[in-house]
């Protein structure tokens, strides 16, 4: 276990030693201290390690990680697992906004609530969220799937394209061209591995799918008066 | 961006130390903000109006004008110099003959209250904070911000926070649209800024509101009907904290709250090292929510 407490080290050194890490290594498993909220922490990893985060971060963290298992034991600030490519993101607290926005794929896990534009323009991550998720979720998601396990805020999935979004609380509003769509047993086995993966309580059954209706894909005459 | 740091205090004992607090907070947010700092503080109470006033050339504006206020009010003036500050202590009766003695040698009025004290300039929050032996000052509670200017010039009277009435103040992270519109609204009721900063006619619509009779809550709620932009504010009243994000809430925020106090962070970076923050609750406030705590 290699531990570096950011109370004495730059965030620049910790960041260099495990982007470092790429390829093979035998130092799979890191733990770092004294995050105290700083920004960017553990960005960029290209390499299968394990890294724990013993606090809160800000903005920023597990930035387009790729292979790497990095858990947060505390909350993340805006943007963690931003544009991830693969790999696992836990979060033990919650998320503040544009949680896993743009994401190409990889697993990220919210155990507490995420807030406002979560899987922003996601394309391809998958997303668990334990909590609630704020407003505009899933704006312009193009694909991969959206779980949660509360509540979803105003606006999900405005001018979605092919994400997946499952909800099991109540949704408070769906944005423009997001409806709800049947649930077919392919779906329910996507969401019984994605739960089971995540480590959540909680049955397929209990969820609903919401969609694109794909009325915004093309252009509509009927619209026309409308430009 | 902007920066901004808020602590209201619930218990007596950390009096003393809410200068040093929020002084290491507010610095912590220098990168959100390095062109301006600002804070407003609410110390002890002497029954006398406080009078925070503001010179660039405070040495020659400052010389003898507490003599001058005394006589001009035939009644004791104390003055206490801060850089290019002074806070003038005098009877609340002599407040108009003191504002008419100040206006007419030029010299701003900052804020005025019983209880709160404003200081702000340019440069970065760590040398704001020196200058003003902010670390030395206590109170119940203070707010704090960091410019990054967008919407008007890097000046003294741009920095934040403003106090638009008595024991009122606000600080501002984001930038309003109808700023304009506003303006003329309450420049009809009396309430017209002072600059042309946008943030000050927040401030202007939260005092006139507060004149009109509504509560801190009623008055904060207004502003998601009436102020159109982008928001986070934090406002402190003579016995009040509260704060409110618009809608869309692109503007960051951190809240923690323990049974010593309740915390305001742009950033959670600013609250990392407050005493007991490990088992504070801490969260994010919700968009187009009123939060406000009176004692």
């Known amino acids: 276990m290699q531990t570096i407490d950011l109370a004495t080290t730059p965030l620049r050194e910790l960041n260099a030693a495990l982007q470092a890490q790429a390829g093979t290594t035998n130092q799979t498993r890191w733990e770092i201290l004294n995050p105290k909220g700083a920004h960017a922490i553990a960005v960029g990893l290209d390499a299968p390690v394990e890294v724990t985060i013993k606090g809160s971060t800000g903005y920023y963290c597990a930035g387009m990680n790729k292979q790497a298992t990095i858990r947060v034991a505390g909350s993340a600030g805006p943007g963690v697992a931003e544009n991830m490519m693969s790999g696992t993101v836990v979060i033990e607290g919650d998320a503040s906004q544009y949680a896993g926005a743009t994401g190409h794929g990889g697993l990220l896990v919210v155990q507490g609530n995420a807030s406002s534009r979560c899987g922003i323009s996601m394309k391809g991550i998958d997303i668990v969220v334990f909590g609630n998720i704020g407003h505009m979720s899933a704006f312009m998601a193009q694909s991969g799937n959206l779980v949660v396990l509360g509540d979803a805020g105003d606006a999900l999935g405005d001018s979605l394209y092919e994400a997946r979004l499952f909800v099991r609380g109540s949704v408070k509003s769906l944005g423009s061209d997001c409806v709800e769509k049947e649930m077919r047993p392919e779906h329910l086995d996507i969401l019984r591995d994605l739960l089971e993966r995540a480590g959540a309580d909680a049955r397929p059954e209990e969820f609903r799918r919401y969609g694109s209706a794909r009325k915004l894909y093309n252009f509509h005459v009927d619209h026309a008066g409308a430009y | 961006m902007c920066g901004i740091v808020g602590l209201f205090l619930k218990k007596e004992d950390l009096r003393p130390r809410l200068g040093d607090m929020l002084t290491d907070m507010l610095i912590t947010m220098t990168d959100r903000g390095p062109d301006s ?204 904290f509260g704060v409110v994000r618009d809608p869309i809430a692109c503007k960051p925020a951190v809240m923690a709250e323990t049974e010593d106090y309740v915390a305001f962070g742009s950033e959670y970076r600013a609250l990392a090292n407050l005493p007991g923050i490990e088992t504070a609750r801490v969260w994010e406030p919700e968009p187009a929510t009123v939060y406000f705590w009176e004692r």
Request: charged share 20%.
């Open chain 2, 37 to 240: 700092a600002g804070i407003a503080i609410y110390g002890d109470e002497t029954g006398k109006l406080k009078l925070t006033i503001q010179s660039d050339s405070p040495r020659a504006t400052f010389a003898g004008l507490d003599a001058a206020l005394a006589e001009a009010l035939d009644a004791p003036v104390e003055m206490r110099v801060l850089d290019t500050h002074a806070v003038l202590t005098l009877p609340q009766a002599g407040e108009a003959a003191a504002r008419a003695l100040l206006a007419e040698r030029g010299i701003r009025v900052m804020g005025a209250g019983h209880s709160m004290e404003i200081f702000k300039e340019v440069g970065l929050p760590r040398d704001v904070a020196a200058r003003f032996h902010l670390r030395e000052m206590g109170g119940s509670h203070g707010i704090g911000h960091t410019r990054m200017a967008t919407e008007s010039a890097v000046t003294t009277l741009g920095a934040h926070p403003f106090s638009t009435g008595a024991d009122q103040c606000l600080v501002h992270n984001g930038s309003l649209s109808n700023h304009n519109q506003m303006r003329r609204v309450l420049a009809e009721k009396g309430f017209g800024p002072q600059t042309q900063n946008d943030t000050e006619v927040a401030a202007c619509y939260i005092s006139s509101r507060l004149a009109e009779g509504a509560n801190l809550g009623e008055a904060l709620e207004g502003t998601l009907e009436d102020l159109d932009g982008f928001f986070t504010f934090v406002v402190g009243t003579r016995n009040g």
